[in-house]
Each structure stands twice: as C-alpha cells, then as structure tokens.
C-alpha cells in the first residue's frame, strides 16, 4: 500500500508503526521489579540522595521522571531489552521509508525509560479523557523525524489515547497488547488510561531523536540507534 | 622499553589464522578531537561521570583519564557524528568477524563498551595489557583519530605483530592478543577511541551500567 497524504499538507498521514516481540514477559517483569527496588534501596542510578528523597515512588510517574533524567534503558543488561533495541532499530526504519526521511543521514539516537504505574485511586486518575492536561507529547511534539513509543511489558486491558495532529475531537484510542511495542511520530500529544488492577501496570517507553537536535547537549544518556 | 613482560596470546581459537577487520570511516577528524578534548575536561571535572569515587585503577600509569574511568562511562553515549558512524561501523566489523570465526552474530546479543584515550608523550603510556576473555566471541578494537605516525605492538600466537596506525580507520581484532602502544615522540596529543565487544553471557551483573546493545 502507498503512503497516505494528509490533504491539507501533503505530508504523509499519521500513522502507528508495531511489531510484536516473543520476549519472556515475565521474566522481563522480574527484573524490571529488581531494578525498580534497587532505583530506591540502593541507588543505582546515584541520583544525589536530597533529589532522590524527593522522588515518592507510590506516586505516578516517578519512574518515567527519573528515567527521563537519571538513565537509559538500554543500558541494562537484558536479552529482551536488547530484543527490544534490535526490533525498535528495524521499526524507525519503516518510518523513515513511510515519511520519506533517509535512516541513515539522521543518525538516530534512541533514550528509553520503564513506567511502573500502580493501581489507580481516588484522586491519582490519569485518564486525559477526564483530565485532559494528562496529554503530553516528546521532543516538543515536532513530528517525524523525531518519534516516540512505548512497549508492553503489563498493559492489558488497557488503552493508552492519541489526540491526532493535536485535535481535541480527533482522539484514537490504541488498545495496548502485551509484548507489541509501538512506535509514532511526536505531534500526536497522548495520555494512558487509569489502572485498575492491585499488579503494576509497566511499559517500557522510549524517544527517539535526530543527532543535530543533541548538538551542545551533555552526553552520557542517549545511545546510538 | 616496557614495564610489565608481554604476556601469552590467550585465545582458544589456535585453528584459525588471525585476522584484523578494518573500516576506513570519512569523518570529520579536527572536529572529533576538539570535540572529544572538551569531553576530557568535562570527565576530569566530574561533570560527567556516575559512581566515580576516585579510586586507583590499574590504568592510571596510562597518564589518560578517560582511559583510567574507561568503564565510568560510555564513548558511544556522546553526540558526535564521527561517534555514530563509528558504532555502526564496530558492528558491521563485529558481523565480519563473526562470518569469519563461524559464530552466529544474532544469536550471541553482542554489547559494547567504548572509552577514549588522549596520551601525550610526557606524561604515562599504554603498555601491554588484554581485555578479557579467550578470544572470538570476545572482540576488542580501537579507532584512529589523532595516532599518525605510531604504532601499535601485538603479541599474536607468540609471534610479535606491529600494527601501523592509520588516523580515521578503526580495527577490530578477537580478544586474546595482548597489545601495547608504542612510543609517541610528537607533541600533541595521541587520540584514540577503543572498544570492547562482548557477548551477553560474558557481561557481569556486578558491571557498571554503561554496556550498549550492539543492535
């Protein structure tokens, strides 16, 4: 099939590229859950114990924001995480060839984080539906060539919602399966569902980004894609 | 000429004739050296680096910072063009090698670890050392910046190799030989990026969290 044209910009419409992966979930889940108590314990990220006191771990996205500024991912010795760098490589690829980008001269840089999201109560509801200030984007929601995505690790049932091109009455649900990871283009600010469930709801989540966006930015947290 | 006594090649693979794989990268060498000078000084500043508590390694005798916390941190994690070229480069190698050792490349979930050395002639030296394991599927190599004209001395099956560096090639090479850089007379720094190539199952939980899927 062609590529589809948006009619008021002739810029390809927007569009989810997945694959699914045959990783051992739960093996994938036991570790992620010893890296999670080792973040706290023992402060393996050796994020400055006054900022790490600050972090509450009970409360969402506490993970996703150290994950944001403390680590990648992708460093973490893992045979499915390494699995989930090869598919996420070939993945942005398709993207490219979709939006007509050329892979090779943006010289990709890939971040990524896990989200470890208990159950949802009272106040704590995430749904951008109800609470639209929930819908966020990445890389400030600049489009291909910039992406962003995420992976299942412990995500069903659930729906994560997209507001395409930023279109309030434009929203698409994507119903999460387990073991599928995703990956879009930024400018389609997005927000999960609540969690209803007493097991965590854990996702692994991931930027990626153009080498001349990073020019004059400390290193140490991307990596080659 | 050298501290320590050479040591033994080490790698199992005795049946197969060694061999260098090489790429000639195209990059943009004076921006990569002052690019990789202003990462010196932000290491030796402690800007950049985790865990870091001062301690001694056994590379301090380099006379290189960034050689002695060469496990602090990850070269391939700097934003640098000639950087990214480089890392695909080192796994396109890696593909190589394996063909030629007859391992399975996508079945050993290959990682890597790279770090810089900036020398100069005043101050220390690489001398003969290896970077573990018995060779293939254990792969070391090092990349060229600022290395013209000197050479690299290896020990391959007890027979003394010496290998004339080229600025802008990288190399790799199975672990298992040990090596050592020769003499540097020339003012100026000697750069050079180096890397280790190591399957999934040679890679200790206890490491530091810099290793890079070599997907």
């Given at each position: 099939?062609?590529?589809a044209?948006?009619?008021?910009?002739?810029?390809?419409?927007?569009k989810?590229?997945d694959?699914?992966?045959d990783?051992?979930?739960?093996?994938?889940?036991?570790?992620?859950?010893?890296i999670?108590?080792?973040?706290?314990?023992e402060?393996?990220?050796?994020?400055?114990s006054?900022?790490l006191?600050?972090?509450?771990?009970n409360q969402?996205?506490?993970?996703?924001?150290?994950?944001i500024n403390?680590?990648?991912?992708?460093t973490?010795?893992?045979?499915?995480?390494?699995?989930?760098?090869?598919?996420?490589r070939?993945?942005?690829?398709?993207?490219c060839?979709?939006?007509?980008?050329?892979?090779d001269?943006?010289?990709?840089?890939?971040?990524?984080?896990f989200?470890?999201?208990?159950?949802?109560?009272?106040?704590?509801?995430?749904?951008?539906l109800?609470?639209?200030?929930?819908?966020?984007?990445?890389?400030?929601?600049?489009?291909?060539?910039?992406?962003?995505?995420?992976?299942c690790?412990?995500?069903?049932?659930?729906?994560?919602?997209y507001?395409?091109?930023?279109?309030?009455?434009?929203?698409?649900?994507?119903?999460?399966?387990?073991n599928?990871?995703i990956?879009?283009?930024?400018g389609?600010?997005?927000?999960?569902?609540?969690?209803?469930?007493?097991?965590?709801?854990?996702t692994?989540a991931y930027?990626?980004?153009?080498?001349?966006?990073?020019?004059?930015?400390?290193?140490?947290k991307?990596?080659?894609? | 000429?050298?501290?320590?006594?050479?040591l033994?090649?080490?790698?199992?693979?005795?049946?197969?004739?060694h061999?260098?794989?090489?790429?000639?990268?195209?990059?943009?060498?004076?921006?990569?050296?002052?690019?990789?000078?202003?990462?010196?000084?932000?290491?030796?500043?402690?800007?950049?680096l985790?865990?870091?508590?001062?301690?001694?390694?056994?590379?301090?005798?380099?006379?290189?910072?960034?050689?002695?916390k060469?496990?602090?941190?990850?070269?391939?994690q700097f934003?640098?063009?000639?950087?990214?070229k480089?890392?695909?480069?080192?796994?396109?190698?890696t593909?190589?090698?394996?063909e030629?050792?007859?391992?399975?490349?996508?079945?050993?979930?290959?990682?890597?670890?790279?770090?810089f050395?900036?020398?100069?002639?005043?101050?220390?030296?690489?001398?003969?050392?290896?970077?573990g394991?018995?060779?293939?599927?254990?792969?070391?190599?090092?990349?060229?910046?600022?290395?013209?004209?000197?050479?690299?001395?290896?020990?391959?099956?007890?027979?003394?190799f010496?290998?004339?560096n080229?600025?802008?090639?990288a190399?790799?090479?199975?672990?298992g030989?040990?090596?050592?850089?020769a003499?540097?007379?020339?003012?100026?720094?000697r750069?050079?990026?180096?890397?280790?190539v190591i399957?999934?199952?040679?890679?200790?939980?206890?490491?530091?969290?810099?290793?890079?899927?070599?997907?």
């Amino acid at each position: 099939m062609g590529t589809a044209l948006d009619s008021a910009s002739m810029k390809p419409s927007h569009k989810f590229f997945d694959v699914t992966l045959d990783n051992d979930l739960e093996s994938l889940k036991q570790y992620l859950s010893e890296i999670e108590e080792k973040i706290f314990t023992e402060n393996i990220l050796s994020v400055p114990s006054d900022i790490l006191k600050k972090y509450d771990r009970n409360q969402p996205g506490t993970l996703t924001q150290l994950g944001i500024n403390y680590y990648n991912i992708f460093t973490f010795v893992n045979p499915e995480i390494f699995k989930l760098k090869e598919a996420l490589r070939k993945l942005t690829m398709e993207a490219c060839e979709y939006y007509g980008i050329d892979f090779d001269s943006q010289k990709y840089l890939i971040h990524g984080w896990f989200n470890s999201d208990l159950k949802t109560i009272g106040s704590n509801g995430v749904n951008p539906l109800k609470h639209p200030s929930h819908f966020h984007d990445h890389s400030d929601g600049l489009g291909a060539p910039w992406f962003h995505g995420y992976y299942c690790v412990e995500a069903e049932p659930s729906s994560t919602f997209y507001q395409i091109n930023k279109e309030k009455d434009n929203v698409f649900e994507n119903v999460n399966k387990n073991n599928r990871a995703i990956l879009s283009e930024t400018g389609h600010p997005h927000g999960r569902d609540d969690w209803f469930f007493d097991s965590k709801r854990i996702t692994i989540a991931y930027d990626i980004t153009p080498m001349n966006s990073l020019v004059g930015v400390k290193p140490n947290k991307w990596m080659p894609l | 000429m050298y501290d320590n006594v050479p040591l033994k090649s080490t790698s199992i693979n005795t049946n197969v004739t060694h061999k260098f794989f090489e790429r000639n990268l195209n990059s943009d060498l004076d921006d990569l050296s002052l690019f990789l000078g202003k990462q010196y000084d932000r290491i030796k500043n402690g800007e950049i680096l985790k865990n870091d508590q001062g301690e001694k390694t056994l590379w301090d005798t380099s006379g290189s910072i960034t050689t002695s916390k060469w496990n602090k941190y990850n070269v391939f994690q700097f934003y640098h063009p000639a950087i990214h070229k480089l890392f695909r480069s080192v796994r396109s190698m890696t593909v190589e090698a394996c063909e030629y050792y007859g391992i399975d490349f996508e079945k050993e979930d290959f990682w890597v670890q790279g770090w810089f050395n900036i020398n100069y002639n005043h101050v220390g030296k690489l001398d003969w050392h290896e970077h573990g394991g018995s060779g293939a599927p254990w792969f070391h190599g090092y990349y060229c910046v600022k290395a013209e004209p000197s050479t690299t001395h290896y020990k391959v099956f007890d027979k003394d190799f010496e290998n004339i560096n080229k600025n802008n090639r990288a190399i790799l090479s199975e672990t298992g030989h040990p090596h050592a850089m020769a003499d540097w007379n020339w003012e100026g720094p000697r750069i050079t990026v180096a890397y280790d190539v190591i399957p999934h199952k040679g890679i200790m939980p206890e490491w530091e969290q810099h290793w890079i899927p070599l997907a």
